[in-house]
């Protein structure tokens, strides 16, 4: 089993990152904040300027007091303060979990079982979903690119044409945009895909970038490469076999009957 945490920081392909804010619950506050700020920078420097100055222009424009001007900026502050908070608290935490498993795609082997949760606090909502395939010809690229990103739709024609079969190489699971990832506390995932050993020989990479709407309207987005780890040796499946025991040749003697006594006995009496 190979799984991989969640988390912003560094430069990793597949790490989560916040790709959109909600201009009104994230911006408005902001800008309120911002021009208050600009207020009060007015009255400071305005109360600092020389009495017989203020009666002249711009001077003598006063925008606010004092006091309701310093009521608003502290709600201001505290209100974007709170949704910063709040969007921490609600934001997701998208990961991924995959393992070989048997009986998913015919054939005796096991096949590589791809899966995504949500392991914040809060549920979120799917946006988009879309695919990128890298087959074992192509150049490697980036899975940041814009390029090659293609829908589930298009990622099957690619590989039907690349010789590779639906429900026999692979099977896609589709995710369409308003689909909940629950945040059910669990290690509990929702199928990405399940591939063969020959779709891992003939496909290099294969990207599903998802991206999820929190309870604050952030957009949130992660790309899973979901081949890594598939060609392991540390998570290669085990095949259980059971070889037909071949009989023994027996080298020691068995016990069996006593053997009949063969001596003669004289039952006559004694004349």
């Known amino acids: 089993m190979v799984s991989a945490p969640s988390g912003r920081g560094g430069t990793a392909p597949d790490a989560q990152r916040r790709i959109r804010r909600n201009r009104w619950l994230f911006t408005a506050p902001l800008v309120l904040l911002c021009l208050l700020g600009a207020v009060l920078v007015w009255e400071i420097v305005r109360g600092n300027v020389a009495e017989a100055s203020r009666g002249d222009w711009p001077w003598r424009l006063q925008l606010m007091s004092p006091e309701p001007l310093a009521s608003l900026l502290a709600v201001a502050a505290g209100a974007v303060l709170a949704r910063a908070q709040y969007a921490r608290t609600?934001?997701?935490?998208?990961?991924?979990?995959?393992?070989?498993?048997?009986?998913?795609?015919?054939?005796?082997?096991?096949?590589w079982s791809v899966g995504v949760l949500n392991g914040g606090q809060h549920n979120v909502v799917v946006d988009h979903v879309d695919y990128r395939l890298v087959l074992a010809g192509d150049p490697?690229?980036?899975?940041?690119?814009?390029?090659?990103w293609t829908s589930l739709t298009g990622v099957g024609e690619r590989l039907t044409a690349a010789g590779l079969r639906a429900t026999v190489d692979f099977r896609l699971v589709g995710m369409g945009a308003g689909y909940p990832l629950v945040a059910t506390g669990t290690y509990e995932t929702v199928g990405v895909g399940v591939f063969s050993k020959r779709f891992i020989e003939e496909v290099r990479a294969f990207y599903m970038r998802i991206q999820v709407v929190d309870s604050v309207g952030d957009t949130h987005e992660r790309i899973v490469q979901c081949l890594e780890g598939a060609r392991e040796a540390v998570v290669a499946p085990v095949e259980e076999e059971h070889p037909a025991e071949e009989a023994q040749p027996v080298t020691a003697a068995t016990p069996g009957p006593p053997a009949a006594r063969t001596e003669p006995r004289n039952d006559r009496p004694p004349a």
Do not use: S
């Open 140 to 148: 490697a690229g980036r899975p940041g690119e814009d390029d090659g």
């Open 90 to 111: 609600v934001r997701p935490a998208l990961g991924w979990r995959a393992e070989f498993v048997a009986g998913r795609l015919p054939g005796p082997g096991k096949d």
